[in-house]
């Protein structure tokens, strides 16, 4: 998480203003899922693009949060309140808008063994799910050996793994190793902060026909 999103905000040009986005941000930094709750209702009622609304609100939001953290700007309990918050705006939204028809098309989201910060994968998860997607979403630190057994389970087609913090950049590359070697049906996708940290791998992840999703047009574009 840089400083990159200091210069310009995704949401111009979208729903969010500058007012919207720092009230919204300073709601919950203070942990007012109340207000927080009212504002995405509020872009819901006109409308909003879920996607812009992930992307241009809740995450960015959430890199603020991360960024203040890594600066001692908040202790950690504000972050994790923070986190909560959002997890449970995402239930929310997913809720409240009508998915796509469903496809035959599967996908399994995971974080990797020992990583913790899985919201980003449970918004990728959502997005599947609401194009149709019927989607398997096994949350943080699963442990690589269950991973593979699942996906051989239940035959999925697609896995999605994400990573954030740079100590679990081994643990994403072996995973991700194992699966090409193991499961070669399966295609790969990646996602996460963590990616940034590891641009000197990208010809290891190439070689193994990883798609990395840095955003959600790009997943978007995967989908269809």
Known sequence: MSGGHMTKKPWHGTLITPEIYGRYLAYLLAGDKAACRKVILALLEK???VKELYSCLLQESMYEVGEKWEKKE???????????????LITMIYMRVTPKRP???????????????SLGARIISDFFELHGWKSYFLGANVP??????????????????????????????????????????????????????????ISFLSERKVSLLFTLDEAEKFII
Do not use: Y
Not at 103 to 117: G, K, P
Not at 168 to 194: E, H, M, P, W, Y
């Open 47 to 49: 409308k909003m693009d």
């Open 74 to 88: 908040i202790t950690t309990a504000t972050e994790h309140l923070a986190t909560s918050i959002t997890e449970n």
């Open 103 to 117: 496809c035959r098309n599967e996908i399994v989201v995971a974080c990797c063994q020992n990583e913790l910060h």
């Open 144 to 201: 690589e050996k269950d991973l593979l057994t699942f996906i051989m389970h239940f035959a999925c087609p697609v896995v999605g793994l994400s990573f954030t913090t740079a100590e679990n950049a081994d643990n994403f590359l072996r995973t991700v190793d194992s699966i090409s070697q193991k499961i070669k049906t399966v295609k790969v996708i990646a996602g996460g902060q963590g990616l940034k940290m590891i641009s000197d791998k």
